[in-house]
């Protein structure tokens, strides 16, 4: 368990943010590999975020992001249980990048159950159609249909589109490894996207 060097720890901090010893832990668990540090912190944080789901987030702030130019601006609601947390600089960093990051990726909605219906319906109905245009057979259409649908989702839902400043994770991912870093259940609770001579 010596070969785990400072340098390492350090670097898997910058890469996860995740405290120092959870980092020293994951590098030992893992033998010093880095990237399967960095999975075993994911899962953690995912873990700790599954416990903490039910706890009430009634603090919070709401952030604000205007692009260059001032014809795109967003404003998000970040919730999180105690007002002491709501003040800390890596709670208000991370709603700052999810203003930003809706700025850039346009989501329709926070997460896949709040996809309007009809939405969905009129996707489904296109992927069907170009299945059939495509001469598959009836009895895969439905898996392809499914297929395609999860790729709409990571799409449109803003929990599961990759983070624009680190696109190997998910905004869920980054949700969890705050959860994970800071013990607290945090939500993204509401967003207005708002460009200039758009609905």
């Not at 416990?51 to 987030?57: I, M, S």
């Not at 009836?138 to 839902?157: A, P, W």
Request: charge should be neutral; charged fraction near 30%.
């Amino acid at each position: 368990m010596g070969n785990i060097s400072a340098k390492m720890v350090k670097e898997l901090r910058e890469r996860t943010n995740a405290g120092m010893m959870d980092c020293k832990k994951a590098l030992q668990e893992c033998n010093g590999d880095m990237d399967k540090a960095v999975e075993w912190l994911r899962k953690k944080g995912l873990s700790v975020a599954a416990k903490r789901a039910g706890r009430a987030t009634s603090e919070g702030v709401i952030q604000c992001y205007i692009h260059s130019g001032n014809k795109l601006g967003v404003m998000v609601e970040v919730n999180c249980e105690t007002d002491f947390v709501a003040k800390t600089d890596q709670f208000v960093q991370f709603a700052r990048d999810i203003a930003m990051h809706i700025a850039a990726s346009n989501p329709v909605c926070i997460r896949r159950e709040e996809v309007p219906e009809d939405i969905l319906a009129k996707e489904r109905e296109i992927y069907e159609q170009q299945a059939r245009e495509q001469g598959k057979p009836e009895k895969i259409i439905d898996k392809i249909v499914s297929g395609r649908l999860e790729k709409f989702y990571k799409e449109i839902c803003l929990l599961e589109q990759q983070f624009v400043k680190d696109p190997d994770k998910t905004i869920q991912d980054l949700l969890n490894e705050l959860v994970a870093s800071i013990g607290e259940n945090i939500t993204i609770r509401r967003f207005a996207r708002f460009q200039v001579g758009q609905e």
